[in-house]
Structures are given as structure tokens and as C-alpha cells.
């Protein structure tokens, strides 16, 4: 499969599209069930546009527990078949879909109770394993305390009396979803970011597209379309208000809040899972870092910028710490992040027992609505939300052919990675770099590695990032659809969650490098780079005591996403 670049040509000659065409299908909303519902469209022969008001996964997508799962907890609400079809879907993501995006990860769920609890839960792991199809992950397996600290050292000896090993997958969300648009767009779907609906074009009572605003030049747009999907997420009660009829549904917002911590810090081999009385704590290995989180409380505020407060965080390192043999301070954190689940309402106000199952509607002739569901069924979401906006069209249009299309990278990346080390050897870099390009671009990895033979600099590290290289910054400008230096910092690379000061050493030089790609003055460097710390500052809220540009020790510096 070859690749396409979504520099700031392609972005002009979308825009350019937008206006002169009347497409088929017209999606609004660039997170994951956006991006998958403009790629299943195309796929299918359609004619199709994409635009989202910021950037790709700048919302719930780029703020998830980065994982692909079943969910263990809903076996215990009997939501048989949510569990299924997600296992389903994580089959197909590590197998076929995005081998390089998608990977295995071992956890424990560790046993407070000799008897009822092991037989309690490895009935239920069981049933997992077993709803999971095809044998793609390791069977669980039942562990002795003393097996279980082998593998988790960090836990306290008296919180458990053994436990159950398994494996679930994890992704970069944000990359994921912005490979998700890059494929859509290569199919032909015309996609851009920083386009803002202001309004529903309509025809009588019908809709027949939407009134976009370029954000980057204020140019207006009218985008004429046959059908118009809404997949806004916990923005959608606002889009279903611009229809001026009543609302289909409505979506509750539930917070839910991450830490990030290095991984020297907890002394581990394996993830950790289990129940808390609100929610469920996961640590996660995160590269040099672990992500702890969650927690599921009702957000009644504005849907752009949800922070996490002191009591969240508080409650988090509560949890782990009952867990672990050295607590965990707030000294040990070097990010922090919000993101908001947009749950189908119902009748209660308790947000852990709202649906995760997800709804299809046609409010008004000619807009589709969907919304509810989680990340790992996005592409289940964006098939019947496609469905659902074809019916009715004169000509027959085929079914779905998603679950056989790999992601952009996916074609030939075992093959790839087989061969790293003649690759690592050709490129000069270490097997260890190329391993984590790898990851990330799968087989467009040689699109970043021509970056750095055409210019040798851009193969150093990014300064206060070193994680990264500097081609990484370029490629996310001419190849991955980034706009602005938050859009590098925070969703193409995770620079703003991983360093301990939030991007801020990072954030000149990054911004520097990008700035000849987008047609940035010196001016437009610094108030890039004003742009950020202010973000960064504001999404800490009352969570954190240091923010950047202050003199935090390197161990209080704390980061948001």
C-alpha cells in the first residue's frame, strides 16, 4: 500500500473541494468514530468529506487509556455482547487492521481472597479468553502470591494472595485515529482539520450539507452533501441543537482522569487491573512511563477543555498506592490528563452504569447521528452509522469492506520488522530507534528515514525530547496533517505526557523546526510557543502545584495532555 501526504497542499486543495463538490457523504467530527466512518464510506465507492474543528483526536480520541479491550467490568453487567463484539475487534486490530499500531499487553489482576475471588474471577477471564475467538493472546494463567510478585515486585506482599495474569492490546489513540483519516483520505476522502460547522445547509426540511469555516483563514465554505453523518462525540447535544429539532438522544459527559509516572518508579513486567469502589485502576506500561488511571465522574461543564482537579489526582495515586510497596507523591508525576466519555443518557445519574453500547439515528431527513460506544468498536460504530446514512439512496451501495482493510503502515510491517537491523545499518540509526519508528509508522517508516538521508541533522534527537527525533516533527507537518505546535506536542508525538516540564524545553525547538513547512515568522514562533505553556498551564487546573516557566525541581515539573 502506498501512502499519502497530508501537507499544506493537500489541506488547500481540500479546502478547494469542499466548495466544489457534492459529495456523497459529508462527516463531521475527526475522532476515531469520525475518521472510521469517512473511511468505511469511501471504501465502499462513495464520494466523501471529512472536517473537524481542531485536530484530529483533540478530544476523547487522544485521551483514552490507550487501550484496545473487550472490558472485563461489563461481563460483570452481563453486557455479553458489547464484550464480544469488542474482543472481536481487538482480533482484528492486532492481526490484520494495524499490527503496527495495535500490540499485546500482559496484566495482572491481582487476588485479595483465597477462595471466592480466584474462582470468581478466573470463571470470568475464562469467558473472556474464550469470547475472544480465534487464539490471538496467550490464555490466562492462575498465579501463587509468590509467582505474582516474581512478575510484579512493586506490590505490597500482604495485598494479595496471588493472582490471574492475561493479555489485552494498547495503542497511541491520537496516531491511531489520525492513520485512520491519512487511510481515508488515501482512498480518496477529502479531510481537513481547523474546519468548523457553523451551521446545516438545508432544502426544506432536509439537510443537505453544512456552512465550514477554514479556522486558519477565515474563509467560509458551503459543503453540499447527499447525507451528513454527525460523530462530534460529547459535542453532539450541541450539533443536534443547530438542526433546530429535538434531539434524538442525549450524551453524558463522564471525566475521566490519567496520571503518567516513570516506569522506575514502579518496578514491574506487567501491567496491573483491578476494581475500585468508583471505577477501575489501570497501570499501564507507557514506553519509560506508566499510565495510571481512571476514574468516571459525571462532567457537567463545557465539553473543549475538561482538567483534572487535586481530588482526582489524589484519588488515583490512593488506589495505587494501596497496591504498592513505595507510595507513590505527587512528586513522582510527569503528566496528567482529562478526557471525557461520551455516554448514552439514561436515568441515572451514576456515569459507571451508563451504556458504552452505541446508538444510530436519523433526527431530521438527510443527518445521521451516532454516538455512545468506545474506542476498540469504532469500526462496528462507523459501519452502522454508514448503513444508516446510505439507506434510502437510489443506487445500491456495497456493505462494508473495513474489516479487511488495513490501517496506512499495516501491509508488509512484519516483514519490516523482521528485517530492523539491515534497516537500523542502512540508516544509520540504533535498532533500538528503529524499533520505536517502527511502532509508530509502521511501514511509512522509510517516508521519515528518506527525512533524515536527504538531511542527516534531522536524525539527533529533539532537545528535551529525546525520545524523539527532529524528523518526527517534520514528518507530523509535511505527511500527518499538523497545523500547530500543539498538534506535534501533544497528539503526532506525546511529548506534553511524557517529559517532566510539559514540552516546554522541547517546545522552541520543535516549533523552529516546523515553522519553514507552514510559513511561520519569528513572531509566529513565539506566540506558537506562548500558545502552548498556556495550555499546558491551563489543563493542569488545580492539580498540580509547578507549572512551566516557573523553577520546579526536575522530579515536581508536572506535564497535561
Known amino acids: 500500500m502506498t501512502s499519502i501526504a497530508l501537507g499544506p497542499g493537500y489541506r488547500e486543495k481540500a479546502l478547494d473541494d469542499l466548495g466544489g463538490t457534492e459529495f456523497d457523504v459529508l462527516v463531521i467530527g475527526g475522532g476515531i468514530v469520525g475518521a472510521g466512518t469517512a473511511l468505511d464510506a469511501v471504501s465502499r465507492g462513495l464520494s466523501v468529506a471529512l472536517v473537524e474543528a481542531r485536530d484530529w483526536a483533540s478530544g476523547t480520541s487522544s485521551r483514552s487509556s490507550k487501550l484496545i479491550h473487550g472490558g472485563l467490568r461489563y461481563l460483570e453487567q452481563r453486557d455479553f455482547g458489547l464484550v464480544r463484539e469488542a474482543l472481536r475487534e481487538r482480533g482484528l486490530l492486532l492481526s490484520r487492521l494495524a499490527p503496527h499500531l495495535v500490540r499485546p499487553v500482559r496484566f495482572l489482576y491481582p487476588l485479595r481472597n483465597r477462595i471466592w475471588e480466584r474462582a470468581y474471577v478466573g470463571a470470568g477471564v475464562t469467558l473472556y479468553d474464550t469470547m475472544g475467538g480465534a487464539r490471538i493472546l496467550p490464555w490466562h494463567k492462575q498465579l501463587s502470591r509468590r509467582a505474582a510478585l516474581r512478575e510484579a515486585p512493586a506490590l505490597r506482599h500482604d495485598a494479595l494472595v496471588g493472582a490471574i495474569q492475561y493479555y489485552d492490546a494498547q495503542v497511541d489513540d491520537a496516531r491511531y485515529t ?5 487511510t481515508a483520505a488515501l482512498y480518496g476522502a477529502r479531510v481537513a482539520t481547523r474546519t468548523e460547522v457553523t451551521g446545516f445547509l438545508r432544502e426544506g426540511a432536509r439537510v443537505t450539507g453544512a456552512a465550514v469555516r477554514d479556522l486558519e483563514s477565515g474563509r467560509e465554505i458551503a459543503v453540499r452533501a447527499r447525507r451528513v453523518v454527525n460523530t462530534t462525540g460529547v459535542w453532539t447535544d450541541g450539533a443536534q441543537k443547530m438542526t433546530g429539532a429535538r434531539a434524538a438522544f442525549t450524551v453524558q459527559a463522564s471525566k475521566g482522569v490519567h496520571i503518567v509516572v516513570p516506569r522506575d518508579r514502579i518496578p514491574m513486567d506487567t501491567g496491573l487491573i483491578t476494581r475500585t469502589e468508583k471505577s477501575v485502576l489501570f497501570v499501564i506500561p507507557w514506553g519509560r512511563h506508566w499510565i495510571i488511571g481512571t476514574t468516571d465522574t459525571p462532567w457537567e461543564e463545557g465539553p473543549d477543555e475538561p482538567v ?22 505527587h512528586d513522582d508525576i510527569e503528566g496528567v490528563y482529562a478526557g471525557l466519555r461520551p455516554l448514552l443518557s439514561g436515568d441515572t445519574d451514576d456515569t459507571t452504569r451508563l451504556s458504552r453500547e452505541h446508538t444510530v439515528a436519523e433526527p431530521v431527513p438527510g443527518l445521521v447521528v451516532v454516538a455512545g460506544g468506545k474506542f476498540t468498536t469504532y469500526r462496528v460504530m462507523a459501519e452502522d452509522a454508514v448503513d444508516a446514512a446510505v ?31 539491515r534497516l537500523a545499518a542502512a540508516s544509520g540509526l540504533h535498532v533500538a530507534r528503529v524499533e520505536h519508528l517502527l511502532r509508530r509508522y509502521g511501514t511509512c517508516v522509510r517516508e521519515v528515514l528518506d527525512l533524515v538521508a536527504a538531511d542527516p541533522a534531522l536524525g539527533e534527537p529533539i532537545p528535551g525530547a529525546a525520545d524523539y527525533l527532529k524528523a518526527e516533527a517534520v514528518y507530523a507537518v509535511s505527511h500527518e496533517g499538523a497545523l500547530h505546535l500543539e498538534d506535534v506536542l501533544s497528539r503526532r508525538t506525546r511529548i506534553s505526557i511524557e517529559e517532566w516540564d510539559g514540552g516546554e524545553a522541547a517546545a522552541r525547538p ?20 506562548d500558545r502552548h505553556l498556556e495550555r499546558v498551564r491551563a489543563e493542569r487546573g488545580g492539580a498540580v502545584l509547578s507549572v512551566p516557566g516557573g523553577r520546579p525541581s526536575r522530579r515536581s515539573s508536572v506535564s497535561a495532555a
Open 308 to 329: 483534572a482537579d487535586r481530588a482526582d489526582v489524589d484519588y488515583l495515586l490512593e488506589q495505587a498506592n494501596s497496591w504498592l510497596r513505595v507510595p507513590l507523591t
Open 391 to 421: 439507506r434510502g439512496l437510489e443506487e445500491n451501495v456495497p456493505a462494508s469492506v473495513t474489516a479487511r482493510l488495513p490501517i496506512v503502515g499495516a501491509e508488509g510491517f512484519e516483514v519490516l520488522w523482521n528485517d530492523r537491523r
Open 510 to 529: 520543535v516549533a523552529e523546526l516546523i515553522a519553514p513547512f507552514l510559513g511561520w515568522s519569528e513572531d509566529d514562533v513565539a506566540a506558537e510557543v
Open 178 to 182: 489520525m492513520m485512520v483519516a491519512r
